[in-house]
């Protein structure tokens, strides 16, 4: 007999999270390209490379804005953004001890995802406006294309440490990363991992979702 | 909702450091350009010798971009290197790479301008003269002008005769202490000091003396031709 799983995220979730990690992963391709000296020289062909990176760029918050705008679908993933964005007493219990307290109790995001979350929707905008302004330079002061190119440059290297940490995460953890696979996981581990999430046993089975990927 | 509900306990950080980001990034966008200068002045004498391109990763810190107007990396070995001077000459020549390091050096420590922004700091040079090897030629009476070729098959520059003439202007082998690198256009490339990066032409095949100056290729794409650094494209960098 199959185990009751429990949802961890939903298919509109899903769908955002895979086009947000695709785009992302074209807009990191094609900026290695454009950035690594090494990795221009081999490539080359820097308005193919530039025209691709700048479109995928404009592309990326649109997912998560459908996603989030969707009044009935959206449901699940505005109430996630919201507990993402809330920071427990745990939570910052945890950052204290720099992450070295065992008595905290995670809610449904671990604070290192919460952390993560803030920083990738903050610099989400700004890379687009940075970006913005190194494409299309005309009417803004020179002083600003170099500061744009000073701030998207940064941002760019930090998200690729987040990236590599977040994707990393999620391979150390395979429970976790079937729960953006295929949506569901085991209540045990939910208990165990996020006991502020699943803090007990279902009283009646859950509604199976959908398993399989999507 | 069950196990979904949204719980109202907490504080709000995750908001705060979405904006704090925004305005991080505002800000960035506002004082970038000195802080990045400033970067690039602290780092200088490590960018302007590293030859790796380690520093090149280190945003802000001033190191070289790579551009390339075509989709492979030109190369050609020092052994097969050949230079072409022809046109409106006396004696067309065929240089090789050891024939031109036995003419007279000239050894340059001068910054590298980007027309598209970025500068790297007291670079070492090390060519010969651009009027050297035009004598050694011989210039024709209707020579009023130089186009260099690239051996990339797309790239060319050009230069008016009195620009062409400048103590600044080389035919660099030599650049950041060794050999000029394949990304960086060797064995053999163009240091027009006083002009943005574009007009020093990467992976010189040919110099050609013409009787007019003809456009190159980002000058035909909007560049202007006579690219002073601090006085051309809308830019107003300290000249070099």
Same mark, same amino acid.
């Given at each position: 007999?199959?185990?009751?799983?429990?949802?961890?995220?939903?298919?509109?979730?899903r769908?955002?999270?895979?086009?947000?990690?695709?785009?992302?992963?074209?807009?990191?391709a094609?900026?290695?390209?454009?950035?690594i000296?090494?990795l221009?020289?081999?490539?080359?062909? #820097?308005?193919?490379?530039?025209? &691709? =990176?700048? %479109?995928?760029?404009?592309? @990326?918050? *649109?997912p998560l /804005?459908?996603g989030?705008?969707?009044?009935r679908?959206?449901r699940?993933?505005?109430?996630?953004?919201?507990?993402?964005?809330?920071?427990?007493?745990?939570?910052?219990?945890?950052?204290?001890?720099?992450?070295?307290?065992?008595?905290v109790?995670?809610d449904?995001?671990?604070p290192?995802?919460?952390?993560?979350?803030?920083?990738?929707?903050?610099?989400?905008?700004?890379?687009?406006?940075s970006?913005?302004?190194?494409?299309?330079?005309?009417?803004?002061?020179?002083?600003? #294309?170099?500061?744009?190119?000073? &701030? =998207?440059? %940064?941002?760019?290297?930090? @998200?690729? *440490?987040?990236? /590599?940490?977040?994707?990393?995460?999620?391979?150390?953890?395979?429970?976790?990363?079937?729960?953006?696979?295929?949506?569901?996981v085991?209540?045990?581990?939910?208990?165990?991992?996020?006991p502020?999430?699943?803090?007990?046993?279902?009283?009646?089975?859950?509604?199976?979702?959908?398993?399989?990927?999507? | 909702?069950?196990t979904?509900?949204?719980?109202?306990?907490?504080?709000?950080?995750g908001?705060?450091i979405?904006?704090g980001?925004?305005?991080?990034?505002?800000?960035g966008?506002?004082?970038?350009?000195?802080?990045?200068?400033?970067?690039?002045?602290?780092?200088?004498?490590?960018?302007?010798r590293?030859?790796?391109?380690?520093?090149?990763?280190?945003?802000?810190?001033?190191?070289?971009?790579?551009?390339?107007?075509?989709?492979?990396?030109?190369?050609?070995?020092?052994a097969?290197?050949?230079?072409?001077?022809?046109?409106?000459v006396?004696?067309?020549?065929?240089?090789?790479?050891?024939?031109?390091?036995?003419?007279?050096?000239?050894?340059?420590?001068?910054?590298f301008?980007?027309?598209t922004?970025?500068?790297?700091?007291?670079?070492?040079?090390?060519?010969?003269?651009?009027?050297?090897?035009?004598d050694?030629?011989?210039?024709?009476?209707?020579?009023?002008?130089?186009?260099?070729?690239?051996?990339?098959?797309?790239?060319?520059?050009?230069?008016t005769?009195?620009?062409?003439?400048?103590?600044?202007?080389?035919?660099?082998?030599?650049?950041?202490g060794?050999p000029?690198?394949?990304?960086?256009?060797?064995?053999?490339?163009?240091?027009?000091?006083?002009?943005?990066g574009?007009?020093?032409c990467?992976?010189?095949?040919?110099?050609?003396?013409?009787?007019?100056?003809?456009?190159?290729?980002?000058?035909?794409?909007?560049?202007d031709?006579?690219?002073?650094?601090?006085?051309?494209?809308?830019?107003?960098?300290?000249?070099?």
């Amino acid at each position: 007999m199959k185990p009751v799983l429990l949802t961890r995220f939903d298919r509109t979730e899903r769908v955002v999270h895979w086009a947000n990690a695709t785009l992302f992963l074209v807009l990191v391709a094609t900026g290695a390209a454009l950035y690594i000296g090494p990795l221009s020289a081999v490539v080359g062909r #820097r308005e193919l490379v530039k025209t &691709v =990176h700048v %479109w995928s760029g404009l592309a @990326l918050p *649109v997912p998560l /804005v459908l996603g989030l705008a969707s009044p009935r679908r959206g449901r699940a993933l505005r109430a996630d953004v919201g507990r993402l964005n809330r920071w427990l007493a745990d939570d910052r219990r945890w950052f204290r001890s720099l992450g070295r307290d065992r008595s905290v109790r995670f809610d449904k995001f671990h604070p290192g995802q919460k952390l993560n979350a803030a920083f990738v929707a903050g610099a989400i905008p700004v890379m687009l406006l940075s970006g913005s302004i190194m494409r299309w330079y005309k009417p803004f002061p020179l002083a600003w #294309r170099t500061g744009a190119t000073f &701030v =998207h440059d %940064w941002i760019a290297v930090l @998200l690729f *440490v987040a990236i /590599v940490g977040h994707i990393g995460k999620a391979l150390s953890e395979p429970e976790a990363l079937q729960g953006m696979l295929g949506g569901n996981v085991d209540p045990d581990w939910a208990r165990r991992r996020h006991p502020r999430w699943h803090p007990v046993a279902p009283a009646a089975p859950a509604t199976p979702a959908r398993a399989g990927r999507d | 909702m069950g196990t979904d509900a949204l719980p109202s306990a907490g504080t709000p950080v995750g908001r705060r450091i979405f904006l704090g980001m925004l305005g991080f990034g505002v800000g960035g966008v506002l004082v970038g350009a000195k802080v990045s200068d400033l970067v690039g002045r602290v780092m200088a004498p490590i960018t302007s010798r590293d030859r790796l391109g380690i520093s090149d990763l280190f945003p802000g810190a001033g190191g070289f971009r790579i551009y390339s107007v075509v989709g492979y990396l030109p190369k050609r070995t020092d052994a097969e290197y050949q230079l072409t001077v022809d046109g409106l000459v006396g004696t067309p020549l065929t240089l090789s790479l050891a024939q031109l390091q036995a003419m007279p050096p000239t050894h340059l420590v001068k910054d590298f301008q980007c027309v598209t922004g970025w500068r790297v700091h007291q670079v070492p040079w090390t060519g010969v003269r651009l009027a050297d090897v035009l004598d050694a030629a011989g210039v024709q009476a209707g020579g009023r002008a130089v186009r260099f070729w690239s051996f990339d098959g797309s790239y060319t520059e050009s230069l008016t005769m009195d620009q062409a003439r400048r103590a600044d202007v080389i035919v660099a082998y030599e650049m950041q202490g060794g050999p000029v690198p394949s990304v960086h256009g060797g064995p053999v490339r163009m240091y027009v000091a006083p002009m943005y990066g574009y007009k020093s032409c990467k992976w010189l095949a040919r110099i050609e003396v013409t009787s007019d100056v003809i456009e190159g290729y980002w000058e035909r794409r909007g560049y202007d031709v006579d690219g002073w650094i601090g006085r051309s494209n809308g830019r107003s960098d300290t000249p070099v």
